[in-house]
């Protein structure tokens, strides 16, 4: 029985110790590359046509040709998480990645020798779980999230260091927060990979795509909404709505739907979480994907 997950690296499916990429490559170089991420719940992947439409339209927008076809990634893709399927634990699921890069810089009148890379990790509800008990207190930083004047955050690209700054000067704050940062016109933005939820009399609202990657949990959250009869709208959102809010909330692909304890040390709502609203959310989600969201990350708790 294998004991190592595997990669998919350049037309070869290999054990990850054995996945290597050259140290000249532009994604390592540059953050010049574009990956999208998925999860599995009880090890079936969670809506991998809308992440690879995501993922498609990202090296769209980076002028990056994977050199496969959508149908080639997607099933690529299953033979990576197929084949590490037998070492997931009981309670544990994976993210599941797709990566290209621009590649290694070709000679003169060359093109670039582009990587494609496939990943399976276990999700991190160890680590997490507290946040499902808890609440997750979420802090704003002085960093602004980069403009789509800039770059467009709508492409999910390999340069994180706008998010990775972000994180840094929170954690030194407090090492549970969980960033979430302001645009520069001090509205709501978005944190690393999530998306958040205010709700106020009922009524939920989130940021304008414009400004966020626009989450696949998060559109789950809204089609749910939807069906739940739950009035929702997308708006410009400021820290005022946040403090006044009655319950707020994060998705994400870990994460899928978590409620928030704080904003800036202020509590959200009575205190209690999750909220009546995230609770229906969460009922909702779990029934999609079959799978307890909440009680996964529960029965983590050391």
Wanted: charged share 25%; net charge negative; with cysteine.
């Amino acid at each position: 029985m294998a004991t190592e997950r595997v990669v998919y690296i350049d037309g070869e499916i290999v054990p990850e110790s054995q996945g290597k990429i050259s140290f000249r490559d532009q994604g390592f170089t540059h953050g010049d590359a574009v990956f999208d991420t998925t999860r599995t719940f009880g090890g079936r992947i969670f809506k991998l046509g809308g992440h690879l439409d995501r993922f498609y339209n990202s090296l769209k927008y980076m002028r990056i040709d994977p050199g496969m076809t959508k149908e080639k990634m997607a099933d690529l893709t299953m033979q990576v998480l197929d084949t590490n399927k037998p070492l997931l634990g009981e309670n544990d699921d994976y993210w599941v990645t797709q990566r290209v890069t621009r590649g290694v810089p070709g000679g003169p009148g060359e093109p670039s020798r582009h990587s494609v890379i496939i990943e399976c990790t276990p999700l991190p509800f160890v680590a997490r779980a507290k946040y499902y008990r808890d609440g997750l207190p979420v802090v704003t930083p002085s960093i602004r999230r980069t403009p789509p004047e800039a770059i467009s955050p709508r492409a999910k690209v390999n340069n994180y260091i706008n998010l990775v700054l972000a994180e840094l000067e929170v954690k030194a704050q407090n090492p549970d927060a969980w960033p979430i940062l302001l645009d520069v016109n001090g509205n709501i933005a978005e944190g690393p990979g999530s998306n958040l939820f205010l709700v106020k009399d009922g009524v939920i609202s989130t940021p304008k795509e414009q400004y966020i990657l626009a989450g696949i949990s998060r559109q789950t959250a809204i089609d749910l909404a939807h069906e739940l009869n739950i009035e929702i709208h997308e708006a410009d959102i400021d820290l005022y709505d946040a403090y006044i809010a009655d319950e707020v909330f994060v998705t994400s692909t870990s994460f899928c739907i978590c409620a928030v304890s704080s904003i800036n040390g202020s509590p959200v709502g009575d205190g209690g979480v999750p909220g009546p609203v995230t609770d229906r959310l969460q009922k909702a989600y779990s029934g999609l994907v079959g799978t307890d969201i909440v009680g996964q990350y529960l029965d983590s708790l050391e």
